[in-house]
């Protein structure tokens, strides 16, 4: 039987552009939105016809920001996607959002559209940060969307960012408070990063941006994993954290290494041992489809050795662990080239790793040094 299939579909428009943001996002004075909604289509029936007989458990569009997005569009490719596979009775179709009023109040349309999730783009629970990373709104904004979209929606997310420049543990408390005060059942919880090409990156090119100390770093993390334990949202993978059975499955298909197709602008998919990959730039992608019915740019062969590699790296940010067992079946390379044993054997020894008969995985005093972990036990 195939495997089960999760669909990503990327909405490339945004009002403005964050200095932090380094995704697919573009701004546009306007957008032809029937052209949109019928390349979107075109290219969900190209995969679709690439992936036939499946079991469809996951929508998950993203972006940009995709509560800009019509909800005639939204559910015209939730009609279409659950035409083309059949779809989970409890399929999760899951929605980014940003919490201004005008996307708010298309929250009852989105849901009536099939939207049974949202994801809310709060970042900061306090009006001068908001302001710093470039957000549209502010904290009562903020708050009354969230409280729109609980009306609205089975499951609301929202997400943070900390581990600021100057943020103390008091002030990351505080607000982690509040946010777990607020009754979702998820939240996802990023450390600051400065990533290449934002404007984030060429202030602290300047010396204009300072980061946070990485041990001052470091502890925010363990009191964000405490915290958020002790309030019921235990962290499920290194960022998010929910109540047991309120996990993101479309994002777990993407860490177990599961099928997962993608389309619109830039998206990536996993089809069949593929790496999908659409045009990026918006008008380029809109030309690809009108002129080959869809909007790929490359498909690209993995190696057995790519396959594991990128298992690994997915699968050892879940509490779960990875089942290297299932990892060198997927891969066709033997369990023993999947991980340097030595290296495994020292950092289990240090408290770093566990493992079980079919199972490995980081501790929580290793979960902070996913990175250099990584980079020493992945043989492949």
């Not at 009754?183 to 060429?202: K, M, N, V």
């Not at 993390?221 to 499920?236: C, E």
């Not at 050892?316 to 290296?343: M, Q």
Request: net charge negative; with cysteine; hydrophobic share 45%.
């Amino acid at each position: 039987m195939p495997d089960p299939l999760a669909l990503y579909i990327h909405w490339p428009f945004c009002v403005s552009k964050c200095p932090y943001c380094d995704f697919n996002s573009h701004v546009r004075d306007s957008v032809d939105q029937p052209a949109w909604r019928a390349a979107l289509l075109k290219d969900l029936a190209h995969e679709a016809a690439l992936l036939p007989g499946r079991r469809l458990t996951s929508i998950f569009f993203g972006g940009g920001t995709p509560s800009l997005m019509p909800p005639e569009t939204v559910a015209a490719l939730i009609d279409a996607a659950t035409g083309h596979w059949r779809a989970d009775p409890d399929i999760e179709i899951s929605l980014e959002a940003n919490p201004s009023s005008v996307e708010a109040a298309r929250f009852a349309d989105l849901a009536r559209a099939g939207v049974n999730r949202v994801s809310l783009g709060l970042q900061a629970l306090d009006d001068q940060t908001l302001r710093w990373l470039g957000r549209a709104h502010d904290v009562a904004e903020g708050l009354a969307a969230l409280a729109i979209a609980q009306a609205a929606f089975t499951r609301t997310s929202f997400d943070l960012i900390y581990a600021r420049p100057d943020q103390t543990p008091d002030a990351w408390s505080a607000e982690l408070d509040r946010a777990l005060g607020f009754g979702t059942d998820h939240l996802s919880l990023y450390q600051l990063t400065i990533e290449p090409g934002t404007r984030f990156a060429a202030l602290q090119a300047k010396g204009d941006l300072p980061t946070l100390d990485p041990d001052r770093a470091a502890d925010l993390f363990d009191l964000t994993r405490a915290r958020t334990a002790a309030a019921g949202l235990p962290a499920y993978e290194i960022s998010n954290h929910a109540r047991p059975g309120a996990e993101s499955r479309h994002n777990l298909t993407y860490w177990r290494y599961g099928t997962y197709a993608g389309i619109g602008p830039g998206a990536h998919g996993r089809r069949g041992g593929l790496a999908t990959l659409r045009r990026k730039k918006p008008e380029n992608w809109l030309d690809r489809v009108a002129a080959l019915g869809h909007g790929i740019e490359s498909e690209e062969a993995l190696s057995p050795a790519a396959r594991a590699q990128e298992a690994l790296l997915m699968g050892l940010r879940l509490a779960e662990g990875i089942a290297p067992a299932r990892i060198a079946a997927l891969s066709g390379l033997p369990e023993t080239a999947l991980l340097d044993a030595a290296k495994t054997a020292r950092l289990i020894d240090h408290g770093l790793l566990w493992r079980t008969p079919d199972r490995l995985g980081l501790t929580e005093a290793g979960m902070p040094l996913l990175d250099a972990i990584l980079a020493e036990i992945v043989a492949v």
